[in-house]
């Protein structure tokens, strides 16, 4: 079946850049998503790739897609205090025209000063 | 403009209680779907509607029931509440399937059964 996997914790310090790296099984998934969840907040979109681009920017965001090896990742560049909260990878799942998401178990990022 | 909107913000049941959990979205969403957040574990889709008056299991539908009356609202409910329904819930909604559309979440639910 579907599944998305991330690991569950990185620490960086301000300034520096961090990597959040997930992987899915899905090869036929069509969008991937990365998600930011403050404490105590829903969820909110960050970004998100086509299946068909290796890669797209976004102000200090960088997505990578690697299609073969079925892995994503989110780079955020010069990691300020704020960027401190949970992470999620996302795809587009199910069968048919749903709009499903499989999400991934979410990746809390620690940003110390 | 509120988005996505749920009610209550927080609940405590004891085991057997009954409840509903209500989701409104003023943005004339089609799509609408209700999530479980467990730590560890990410969202798992409880049930979801692809329109009034229709609804689908998802991944962890045992326990739960949804209605889906009006466009606009999404009810949750939970017959017979048990410990391990204890959870955040956070519902969702999305206008279009096409291109990157995004799925808007309310800000969650939290449940605690005794």
């Known amino acids: 079946g579907e599944d998305v996997e991330q690991s569950l914790f990185l620490s960086v310090r301000e300034g520096d850049s961090s990597v959040i790296n997930c992987t899915y099984t899905?090869?036929?998934?069509?969008?991937l998503y990365w998600y930011k969840q403050e404490p105590g907040a829903g969820l909110q979109l960050l970004t998100y790739i086509f299946s068909n681009m290796d890669m797209k920017q976004d102000q200090r965001l960088t997505v990578l897609l690697n299609k073969k090896d079925k892995h994503l990742s989110l780079r955020i560049a010069d990691t300020q205090t704020g960027d401190s909260a949970i992470y999620f990878c996302a795809e587009r799942g199910g069968s048919g025209n749903t709009g499903k998401l499989i999400f991934g178990q979410g990746t809390t990022l620690q940003v110390k000063p | 403009n509120a988005g996505v909107t749920q009610t209550p913000k927080f609940r405590v049941l004891k085991t057997g209680q009954s409840m509903t959990l209500l989701c409104a979205q003023d943005m004339n969403h089609e799509y609408m779907y209700w999530y479980r957040q467990d730590p560890g574990m990410g969202l798992r889709l409880i049930h979801y509607s692809v329109g009034e008056g229709t609804t689908a299991k998802g991944e962890v539908p045992d326990g739960y029931n949804v209605s889906r009356l009006k466009k606009q609202n999404f009810l949750l409910g939970l017959e017979s509440a048990a410990p391990s329904q204890t959870s955040v819930y956070f519902c969702a909604s999305s206008y279009t399937l096409s291109g990157g559309e995004t799925q808007y979440f309310g800000p969650g639910t939290r449940l605690l059964v005794l």
């Open positions: 899905d090869s036929s998934s069509t969008y």
